[in-house]
């Protein structure tokens, strides 16, 4: 009461809800066993129950129940006191306990605590008094207490099945669930607003600000670009974009649009520069076509990640997972530490990509089990790792959760339709040559391109492997070109048997200069052949003497120009070309290219010249021909910012200026990236489309949101002969492309990009059957589920169903339900969260394993009228298989690949710490203080993972011949910038989180019956 005699409500109803609340948080940490909810709800049981005289108890002031809670409102008691009574004639009238144990596990055995025990009369009834007197003033808690604990903790027994499955919706997609309300764009005039491009921006900026780093991955022709402007306008700082050369003046222009500032937008060729330019002033790292950095023994690596150290990072890129599971590796190693990873649940990414890896390692490609492999490891990487790092979208996914404003904006997705073949046929002349040409070519040695291979002296397998791989290139541009056109392939070969004759020249004058760098991954988008051979050629920093080399090499140099000179005079009396015949007949006739605007892309600039001969004579002031040099137009040569403008006033619908002088765009791969050419809706592949990855970059021009069209059209070109028409027209065209194929051996995986999987189906049966497939072009994943369907659910919710969002919300940690399930025997599922971490597990009769998100969903996923069933005593030991095994995948034991050796990238780092901690390095009495800081730095750092393995292999090779503790140093300095070894990242932490249950689902299998709960 206050003062006065009035009654203080405020005091009792506050009292009441803390009590409420730290009643809840008592059960939220409490014991997960059998014996705590039997000791609580017995405690519920003596609440509710009346007592022996509840009439006689009531007229004493109690509640009639066998048991009364009271708290004091006033102010805190802190004395701990028992007092007992005895009935009359037992023993004495009773005891008191005074002192400083409580009821409590520690206060009774765990520490050293005092109490006395009291007997006297005086001192019982002194003690009951005291008592007494705070009961009648104590607000009774007894309803709060059980009403708490039915209502607001995990002894709730009226969660329905329904209402946890939206639980667990809730509590794995809450960060998410409001993201749609957070940000507002400030778009150019006259730009849609759309909801699927500014949830990204949302969304990427949360990965942004957790991981210092995200990949924007949306599917071809969703708008990263715009995305990553859309990005740029919430990124305080300074920031450069690195793109593709051909894209500078796109990403320059779209970045100017969006009104963003400090910003320098850079080619992908100009790295050195960036660094010797300071890239200090940047905060954050926009990298375009980001997969190309997916090799980590590059230069180019070592560059962009000394660019990247301490930025936040933006990777674009439709594709950062295109080879091996090592690319996604490299990329991430650009914005987090790999051996102290921020990322959940992996806290050392090198250990969890090894792991992967080593599995494959056991399986040989040619075994079914090697895709299985492959598979399952991509899910992993996509479970573990891209779920907190990656913003993907597919088209069906828009098409699907965003459809409402799509349509309320009145667009739409066009539609890919099955691929159209232009079949043209080999007369009995060509075919001969063409066979003629394959079996010599198969012969060819490339030695020119190879010289390394044939010294006498060892040289590394580094070297080597470089050799095999500018040599495997050159072998596929010859087939390549092959297929491309004959006029293509002539110049190809001219071109060939020229430097074989300047290379053999050089060698009969007794010196040769080789270049061992070459990269073929910076040859892969050069369209210019010119420019290819001038790369090899002029890059000579190596000179030998013809007699460090042994005598096959000259011999196979001459056999190989001897081959290609044969190769040449075999082509020199060909004057017909029935692919470009076929090709005319088809743009004149055929009903879906008559009159139609067109784009023809090819991997050959040559063949671009010779289409445009061709096509304008066919139809004058109608094509233009696009390539890294500039455009070829009916007014003449243009450059190449004037090309691309007048490609755009073609072929760009949002372009101010709108033409229609153009019918038929040609242009090599330079166009197929950053450009928009949806005022076309029809793609013809003149070449083969050996790398699936380029198709959809192409098919990506038009396949856009916004297109006036409701159809895409695919064209390729397929060859075929008069003397193999028995075999069928398929088999044809398949056997063709083997032959290709087969002309390369080994060489063939540099045809694609992609890893070829399996031997078991012959390549050009593969090939045709995914060119056949309107799939390939269309750019979804086939990952199967989306977690958009599940935001999407639970925003309805949250939209439509205000009070039951609000009750989901409030359900209890640790919640509980059960349902009958169509399985054989009883299984629990539960939802772990630690810190960021969240994960699902299933526990049965053949123990625990970990599950998805989906496959939760999936198994969770009810209406609202299922029932709920009792849950059994065995429910606990089910949920503490859980708790192991989230222990153990959470603490990293899972990963440790079993019986892998050390090799390659690892054995460098290896011999390099071997030396830095070697005594006569260590012990060394010349070093300054700073230098032992840096050596401290260095070690480190590759504790930590952050030194590239380019810049390792290079620090072994060099110090492998220096025994002086200062040389070493002086070349670990030169070598390793000192900004990389600051590994203090901007906000990274590394945060230790306690495990939470956040709920359990007891299923209920068709093998037993349940057992009541209270057994």
């Given at each position: ?23 809840a948080?008592?059960m ?7 014996e705590t909810e ?5 405690f519920?049981?003596?609440l ?11 007229a004493n002031?109690?509640n009639?129940?066998k ?9 805190n ?9 005895f009935?009359?004639?037992e023993?004495?009238f009773?005891?008191?306990?005074t ?8 206060g ?9 025990e009291?007997?006297?009369?005086v001192d019982?009834?002194?003690?009951l ?5 705070l009961?009648?003033?104590?607000v009774?808690i ?8 039915r ?8 969660i ?9 919706l ?21 730009f ?5 491009q ?7 900026k ?17 708008g ?11 990124l305080?700082?300074?920031k ?8 500078k ?6 970045f100017?649009?969006f009104?963003?500032k ?10 050195d520069?960036?660094i ?25 690596f ?5 660019i ?31 051996k ?13 990509f ?18 299985s492999?492959?598979k ?6 996509r ?5 907190y790092?990656?913003?993907r979208?597919t ?15 009145g ?6 339709e099955d691929?159209?073949r232009i079949?043209?046929?080999f ?6 040559t063409?066979n003629?040409t ?12 190879t010289?390394l ?21 050159m072998k ?6 092959l297929?491309?056109s ?7 070969i ?24 070459v ?6 988008d050069?369209?210019?052949e ?8 002029q ?15 000259i ?5 190989d ?20 015949e076929?090709f005319?007949?088809d743009?004149?006739t055929?009903?879906?290219l ?6 023809i892309?090819?991997?050959s ?13 066919r139809?004058p ?17 243009k ?10 006033e073609?072929?760009?619908p949002?372009?101010r ?8 765009l ?20 003149y070449d083969?489309p ?13 396949n ?7 159809s895409i ?13 028995h ?18 051996g ?23 059957q995914?060119?056949a ?12 589920q989306?977690?958009l ?14 009070a039951?969002?609000e ?13 009958r ?15 960021k971490l ?6 049965g009769?053949a123990?625990?394993?970990?599950c998805?998100?989906f496959e ?7 209406d ?39 090799r390659?990238?690892?054995s ?9 901690k ?16 840096y050596?401290r ?10 030194i ?6 290079g ?8 025994s002086?503790?200062l040389k ?5 300095k ?9 590994v ?10 306690k ?17 009541s709960?209270?057994?």
């Amino acid at each position: 009461t206050r003062s006065g005699g009035e009654f203080d409500f405020e005091s009792h109803s506050r009292t009441k809800r803390i009590f409420s609340e730290q009643t809840a948080s008592e059960m939220d940490e409490s014991e997960d066993s059998y014996e705590t909810e039997i000791g609580v709800r017995k405690f519920l049981e003596f609440l509710t129950a009346d007592c022996a005289d509840k009439d006689k108890d009531m007229a004493n002031g109690g509640n009639g129940k066998k048991m009364e809670l009271r708290a004091y409102p006033s102010e805190n008691i802190h004395a701990k006191v028992y007092i007992s009574r005895f009935k009359e004639g037992e023993l004495d009238f009773g005891r008191v306990i005074t002192g400083s144990s409580n009821f409590s596990g520690s206060g009774l055995i765990a520490n050293r605590e005092f109490n006395v025990e009291l007997k006297d009369r005086v001192d019982v009834e002194f003690a009951l008094k005291q008592f007494e007197a705070l009961w009648k003033d104590g607000v009774n808690i007894s309803q709060e207490y059980v009403e708490t604990i039915r209502n607001k903790t995990w002894l709730n027994d009226a969660i329905i099945p329904y209402h946890l499955y939206l639980k667990m919706l809730y509590e794995y997609l809450k960060e998410d669930i409001n993201l749609d309300e957070e940000i507002e764009l400030d778009l150019p005039e006259g730009f849609m607003e759309l909801e699927y491009q500014k949830q990204a921006v949302v969304s990427a900026k949360k990965i942004l600000d957790a991981y210092n780093g995200v990949f924007l991955a949306d599917v071809v022709g969703l708008g990263k670009t715009f995305i990553s402007a859309m990005l740029a306008q919430h990124l305080p700082g300074g920031k450069l974009v690195i793109c593709p050369p051909v894209l500078k003046d796109y990403w320059e222009e779209t970045f100017f649009d969006f009104g963003i500032k400090k910003t320098k937008v850079e080619s992908l060729g100009k790295l050195d520069q960036i660094i010797k330019d300071g890239a200090d002033k940047y905060d954050y790292i926009f990298i375009d076509e980001a997969h190309r950095f997916r090799n980590e023994y590059t230069q180019g690596f070592e560059m962009i990640h000394q660019i990247c150290h301490g930025k936040k990072v933006i990777l674009v890129s439709a594709t950062p997972l295109n080879n091996t599971f090592d690319d996604i590796l490299s990329q991430l190693k650009l914005f987090q530490i790999p051996k102290k990873s921020t990322i959940p649940g992996v806290p050392n990414l090198e250990k969890f990509f090894k792991s992967l890896m080593h599995r494959l390692k056991n399986i040989k490609k040619s075994d079914p089990e090697y895709i299985s492999a492959i598979k399952e490891g991509s899910g992993k990487i996509r479970e573990n790792i891209l779920k907190y790092t990656m913003v993907r979208r597919t088209r069906s996914e828009i098409t699907k959760y965003f459809n409402k404003d799509i349509d309320e904006q009145g667009l739409f997705f066009p539609d890919v339709e099955d691929p159209r073949r232009i079949i043209y046929e080999f007369d009995d002349e060509i075919n001969s040559t063409f066979n003629n040409t394959i079996e010599l070519l198969r012969k060819f040695k490339y030695a020119r391109y190879t010289p390394l291979l044939y010294l006498k002296e060892e040289v590394s397998e580094l070297e080597k492997q470089s050799q095999r791989n500018v040599g495997g290139f050159m072998k596929v541009i010859l087939v390549k070109r092959l297929e491309s056109s004959f006029h293509a392939f002539r110049k190809t070969i001219a071109r060939f048997v020229e430097s074989y004759v300047n290379f053999i020249d050089m060698f009969d004058k007794g010196m040769i200069y080789i270049s061992k760098t070459v990269d073929v991954y910076d040859l892969l988008d050069e369209d210019n052949e010119d420019k290819i051979h001038q790369f090899i050629e002029q890059e000579r920093i190596s000179r030998y003497d013809v007699e460090q080399f042994r005598p096959e090499f000259i011999e196979d140099l001459k056999a190989d120009l001897k081959l290609l000179k044969a190769i040449r005079d075999l082509w020199s009396v060909v004057d017909s070309d029935p692919k470009i015949e076929t090709f005319i007949d088809d743009l004149k006739t055929n009903n879906e290219l008559k009159d139609k605007k067109i784009i023809i892309f090819t991997e050959s600039k040559e063949t671009g010249d010779y289409l445009y001969d061709k096509l304008s004579a066919r139809f004058p002031n109608k094509v233009l021909f696009y390539s890294s040099e500039g455009g070829q137009t009916p007014e003449g040569k243009k450059s190449v910012i004037d090309a691309r403008r007048i490609i755009k006033e073609n072929y760009d619908p949002a372009h101010r200026t709108r033409n229609d002088d153009l019918r038929i765009l040609i242009s090599t791969d330079i166009l197929a990236e950053g450009i928009n050419l949806h005022r076309s809706n029809i793609v013809v592949n003149y070449d083969l489309p050996w790398n699936p990855t380029k198709v959809l970059q192409r098919v990506g021009r038009v396949n856009r949101v916004g297109t006036e069209h409701t159809s895409i059209y695919v064209f390729n070109f397929f060859p075929t002969d008069q003397s193999d028409r028995h075999i069928g027209l398929e088999d044809n065209i398949k056997s063709k492309i083997q032959a290709f194929h087969d002309t390369l051996g080994e060489d063939a995986k540099y045809l694609t990009d992609e890893e070829v999987v399996s031997s078991h189906e012959l390549f050009g049966d593969t090939l045709y059957q995914r060119l056949a497939d309107k799939k390939t072009y269309a750019g979804d994943d086939e990952e199967g589920q989306s977690e958009l369907k599940y935001l999407k659910f639970i925003r309805d919710i949250r939209d439509n169903q205000p009070a039951l969002f609000e009750e989901i919300k409030n359900l209890p940690k640790k919640a509980r339900s059960s349902r009958r399930c169509d399985i054989e025997n009883d299984q629990l599922i539960t939802f772990f969260r630690k810190g960021k971490l969240k994960k699902f597990f299933m526990s049965g009769g053949a123990g625990s394993r970990e599950c998805t998100f989906f496959e939760a969903a999936d198994i969770m996923e009810c209406d609202e009228d299922t029932k709920r069933e009792k849950i059994p005593k065995q429910f606990y030991q089910m949920l503490e298989d859980n708790k192991e095994q989230f222990r153990f995948v959470t603490s990293g034991e899972n990963f440790e690949p079993k019986g892998s050796g050390r090799r390659g990238g690892l054995s460098n780092e290896r011999y390099v710490i071997t030396r830095l901690k070697a005594k006569e390095f260590r012990k060394y009495q010349g070093f300054t203080d700073d230098d032992d800081e840096y050596i401290r730095l260095v070690l480190r750092g590759y504790e930590y993972g952050v030194i590239p393995k380019n810049t390792t292999k290079g620090i072994k090779k060099k110090i492998e011949k220096e025994s002086n503790p200062l040389k070493v140093l002086a070349i670990l300095k030169k070598s390793i910038p000192y900004n990389i070894l600051n590994v203090e990242r901007p906000g990274q932490q590394f945060p230790s989180s306690k495990r939470e249950v956040i709920l359990s689902e007891f299923l209920t299998g068709t093998s037993k019956n349940v057992l009541s709960k209270n057994e």
